[in-house]
């Protein structure tokens, strides 16, 4: 089994927030969507939720519904959204929520009650935060979302500063909350991360091991689109986990636990 854990999808009618950090011309459907996963073998996917058009989450809830096996998704939402919305959601194949916070002049502050008793929530539903943050920022939010009880998948192998890489304090604090037991890491979007990546990866795999880890396309590639073929993303998951019983893990294994089996 092969689940891509990090993908988008959109119309070019959705509305866009104001001043979005991207503003594709395009469409990317859950059909096109469908039909990129059949044609590189892929089983499933799980959308993530993509800033530009905030907590409109109404096409990816679509997408859930129209592909209720082979899809799950996280959705952007206002800390004061309702457990009865919540569980309606649950109800769809949504399974987390993620934090926009990437850009931001200052990041929200998460101690509040209105974010604690979101936190609660999503931990009482076994859903999953994605913090959608700077490598750096990640040491200032994590101890709060551990915390929470909740549990925390991070994106893009914690973006670390580039120029401290596995050094940086962001990526440490990343390792540390591993440790803890409730963090997995997406080894995904290695082409926005440059050469390093292929370290990134397999530091995480050092020291998480790929029971912690799942593997993403990032498709569309938003800001990249063209320059990149999907299954080029499958092949530098292969490169960066060399050992084929640890790739299986992280390619589809550890996924399904997180993502789709109820149980889990």
Same mark, same amino acid.
């Given at each position: ?40 073998? =892929? ?31 996280? +959705? ?25 916070? =990437? ?137 960066? +986990? ?23």
């Amino acid at each position: 089994m092969k689940i891509d854990a990090h993908v988008h999808v959109f119309t070019t009618d959705m509305p866009l927030i104001d001043n979005p950090r991207h503003a594709p011309k395009y469409s990317f459907t859950h059909e096109q969507l469908i039909a990129t996963l059949d044609d590189n073998g =892929i089983d499933r996917a799980v959308i993530a939720a993509a800033s530009p058009w905030g907590d409109y989450n109404d096409y990816t809830l679509a997408a859930l519904r129209a592909h209720p096996r082979r899809l799950r998704g996280t +959705v952007i939402l206002k800390p004061t959204v309702e457990r009865y919305a919540l569980e309606a959601m649950a109800r769809d194949g949504v399974c987390g929520v993620r934090l926009p916070f =990437i850009g931001l002049p200052k990041l929200p502050d998460i101690a509040t009650f209105e974010y604690r008793a979101f936190f609660r929530r999503l931990a009482d539903l076994g859903w999953h935060v994605h913090p959608h943050v700077d490598g750096d920022d990640l040491r200032k939010i994590l101890p709060t979302l551990e915390a929470s009880g909740v549990k925390i998948v991070v994106d893009h192998l914690g973006r670390p500063d580039p120029k401290t890489g596995i050094a940086s304090d962001g990526f440490k604090a990343l390792l540390r909350s591993i440790d803890k037991g409730r963090t997995w890491v997406k080894v995904s979007a290695g082409y926005r991360l440059g050469p390093q990546a292929v370290t990134y990866a397999r530091e995480l795999l050092r020291a998480a091991g790929p029971d912690r880890l799942v593997w993403a396309s990032d498709c569309p590639f938003v800001g990249h689109e063209n320059q990149f073929a999907y299954k080029s993303t499958m092949d530098w998951l292969a490169e960066c +986990v060399p050992d084929p019983a640890a790739r299986a893990k992280v390619f589809g294994e550890t996924a399904f636990k997180l993502y789709f089996d109820a149980a889990a």
